[in-house]
């Protein structure tokens, strides 16, 4: 037996044989085997200074993209042992196979920050969460979807979790105003009724700011048409089809943008002691806005 | 004390406004950091809205332009999640950041071939997922004993993978299998018949591994397209389930390849016997043992059987799990003496072709995937208008085994068959979900209180019961 090489050493020594040779085709790119070995060294190096050391588990929900076989590769050289599950599971699966594996560390899809957030008090032992790809997909109907969002010092908050209890609180303050009695708000990520969602919060970090993002359903979205202009691995179809719900299926009433604005107002203006003062965009911002708007003829909003 | 908040409010806009606003309040912020405190943006809430309907879209999501334009659908750029300007998700890293300042020097961690690479979960017959701990010996073996003689892979071979590496038939066969030969693996994200082939001619692949499914599809497209169907297959694997005779004949003829049937689990690392087309196939076999393999017959005391009595098929091989993680007493259970009880019942024939005809454990599989009946069962239970629930396999229009729950409700309670179907979807993976509900008073059961299964069964087909002889075959079931 012991001539067998561990999987790091065998790409080790596969990379040493066949340097140029390609190893990986994806989406028109080819990845050497020397570049692969590379790639999987230097995960190995940056989840070691994570504190991984050999013999520790690690999870990998990723589709078949080449970070899927670098992190794979990069936990053999460390010695580590690779989880890679599912990517359709859903939160009450994706708990048990963290807390049953001991899973330290969990490479995902940026797309499921907001899954993995939502189940992260359910699993201690998760130390590390790390995201790649960029596959993220959200739908927008008039009538349907309100976007609300926050930017402010971090020096605002003593934290990033109680940005997150601020956020949640505000908002499920702001349904109750609006007739959703029972909006609970279980822990960084999805305010839900009965298990569906009616709204999600994704808390970034930039710089010394915090950055919120928050969607609501005030009405029911229809989705269909919009999966004929999308072709998304069934892994992202199934986060975004994920059961929700809405203000009116909730308590069978519409409500109007401007109507949830107001109840969103009373709610924050209580549950933060703040005073809200209508605004435009500044010259400096304006500036910034033109070039962050990635489609030419647009107007400027009107505030 | 209070704070001053400024409220922009922007009730129908353009999708791209969506996240253009808060990218330019962030660069005000980052921008006015220069100027005097009274002349800094201040903290901001933002409430908005779309006119019409939109898609924001990450770089890696495939958008078709005239396609939302015909549905009237605005398009908008989600935020980059990569480089130095692009925020991201507290209390997370990107992958991106902290490898690129990570030296790409390494040198492998000395292992013990049977300490554990990979810890594979898979539905077994109790609840929730058991992990399968692979190790590198076990890779090494399934390398070296069966890809390299059942269906040798060369250096200029490149194989194609749409099926996800996170299950145990890719992840082994290509995943590993590539470096191990030093081979070039095409890498598909996202499954589409058109993708497929697309991949196939552009990548010159020589090796495919699919399930049946994809298999037809491929064929279907072919037929349509007649021309520039790509013939550089040398070999196609397919798992998962059984593939009909006439659809395996047919891709052979127009692809200009061959396809070998595989069988095996999570627990053999994959394929341990394959049935390939040409002289030696047998039709309704799962073939001979591979390499490297040992298969015997065995009845309930463990006793072996003699050629052409059916029993539970036993694997002792390297290539087999050394068991389950963290759980012992799984591991007993189906860990004896050295071999491996798969729970599948079948026989062998006098040239050593092995048969499946049924199977001792409760399970379902669908495209390749376990799944546990007691997990949904349970699920189903946890549910207020639920007493008790009773989940079997039976075969969809497709010829896919789906998923049919038997429930029988609380005293008084009521409860459709949308909102239970619903409640799992919040809680399952989309294969695990009830295709079907039936409300029942009672569930059957036998004297001593057991769920009788085979009577809910009635009069459904159960595929997998393979009669020797039958044309189609079963698959692996990963």
């Known amino acids: 037996m012991a001539e067998i090489p561990s999987l790091g050493a065998m790409l080790a020594e596969t990379a040493r044989r066949l340097g140029s040779k390609e190893a990986l085709i994806f989406e028109g790119r080819t990845i050497s085997y020397r570049e692969l070995d590379e790639q999987a060294g230097r995960t190995a190096n940056a989840l070691a200074a994570l504190g991984i050391r050999t013999g520790d588990r690690v999870a990998i929900m990723l589709p078949n993209i080449p970070e899927f076989v670098y992190t794979f590769y990069g936990l053999q050289k460390l010695g580590a042992v690779a989880v890679p599950f599912n990517t359709m599971y859903k939160g009450r699966e994706i708990t048990h196979i963290l807390n049953d594996s001991g899973a330290r560390a969990i490479v995902a899809l940026t797309g499921f920050a907001n899954l993995i957030n939502e189940i992260k008090t359910d699993v201690p032992g998760l130390e590390h969460i790390i995201l790649t790809g960029q596959r993220t997909l959200l739908f927008a109907q008039e009538g349907a979807t309100v976007f609300v969002q926050m930017v402010f010092d971090a020096g605002r908050f003593a934290s990033s979790d109680a940005v997150f209890k601020a956020t949640g609180a505000v908002l499920v303050s702001a349904l109750k105003r609006l007739g959703v009695d029972d909006a609970w708000y279980k822990h960084q990520g999805s305010i839900r009724c009965d298990g569906k969602k009616i709204a999600s919060i994704l808390l970034s970090t930039f710089e010394n700011l915090f950055i919120v993002n928050a969607l609501v359903c005030i009405d029911r979205l229809e989705i269909d048409t919009f999966f004929k202009a999308v072709g998304v691995p069934p892994e992202v179809k199934d986060k975004v089809l994920e059961p929700m719900t809405s203000v009116r299926e909730q308590t069978g009433s519409p409500v109007t943008i401007a109507v949830f604005r107001d109840a969103f107002m009373d709610a924050f203006q209580q549950q933060l002691d703040a005073d809200i003062v209508s605004g435009s965009l500044s010259i400096i911002e304006r500036f910034a806005y033109r070039q962050a708007r990635r489609r030419p003829g647009e107007k400027i909003p009107k505030t | ?478």
């Open chain 2, 1 to 478: 004390m209070a704070t001053t908040w400024r409220l922009i409010y922007n009730p129908a806009g353009h999708i791209a406004d969506i996240p253009a606003v808060p990218a330019a309040l962030a660069a005000g912020r980052r921008v006015g950091r220069c100027l005097p405190r009274c002349f800094r943006p201040p903290d901001t809430l933002v409430i908005q809205g779309i006119r019409g309907k939109g898609i924001l879209a990450g770089a890696d999501v495939v958008v078709d332009a005239c396609e939302a334009e015909k549905h009237g659908i605005d398009i908008g750029a989600a935020p980059a999640t990569k480089g130095r300007r692009a925020p991201k998700p507290a209390g997370t890293l990107r992958f991106e950041d902290i490898t690129a300042s990570a030296p790409a020097a390494f040198g492998a961690a000395a292992c013990a071939p049977g300490d554990p690479a990979v810890i594979l979960y898979t539905s077994g017959t109790t609840g929730m997922p058991k992990g399968v701990m692979l190790s590198h010996a076990n890779f090494h073996a399934q390398c070296s004993l069966i890809v390299a003689q059942v269906f040798p892979l060369q250096q200029d071979d490149r194989l194609t993978v749409v099926l996800p590496l996170y299950h145990v038939y890719a992840l082994a066969n290509a995943l590993v299998a590539s470096v191990y030969f030093g081979a070039s693996l095409c890498l598909i994200p996202q499954y589409s018949p058109a993708l497929l082939l697309d991949a196939i001619a552009a990548s010159r692949a020589t090796i495919l591994f699919a399930i049946p499914s994809m298999y037809m599809h491929l064929l279907t497209l072919a037929r349509v397209r007649k021309t520039g169907i790509p013939q550089t297959l040398r070999l196609c694997v397919s798992g998962g389930a059984p593939l009909p005779r006439a659809v395996l004949s047919e891709f052979e003829k127009i692809f200009g390849t061959r396809i070998a049937e595989g069988y095996g689990l999570t627990e053999t690392t994959s394929a341990v016997c394959l049935n390939e087309s040409g002289e030696t196939f047998r039709p309704g076999s799962i073939g001979p043992a591979a390499p490297g393999v040992e298969i015997k017959i065995v009845d309930d005391d463990g006793c072996e059987l003699p050629d052409g009595h059916a029993g539970e098929i036993v694997i002792r091989s390297a290539v087999v799990s050394q068991g389950y993680w963290n759980n012992p007493q799984e591991t007993a259970a189906v860990m004896r003496d050295g071999w491996l009880h798969t729970g599948d019942i079948g026989c062998r024939d006098h040239d050593g072709y092995f048969f499946i005809t049924d199977r001792k454990k409760d399970l379902i599989i669908r495209g390749g995937f376990n799944i546990s009946p007691r997990e949904v069962e349970e699920l189903l239970a946890t549910h207020a208008a639920v007493q008790e629930a009773a989940v079997i396999g039976v075969m969809d229009k497709r010829g896919e085994e789906a998923v049919k729950a038997f429930v029988v409700l609380s005293p008084g309670a009521s409860v459709s068959e949308k909102t239970l179907i619903e409640y799992c979807s919040m809680n399952l993976a989309p294969y695990k979900i009830p295709k079907m509900i039936e409300f029942r008073d009672a569930l059957p059961r036998s004297a001593a209180g057991k769920v009788l299964k085979k009577e809910l069964r009635t009069g459904y087909v159960d595929i997998r019961l393979m009669q020797q002889g039958d044309t189609a075959q079963e698959g692996g079931n990963g």
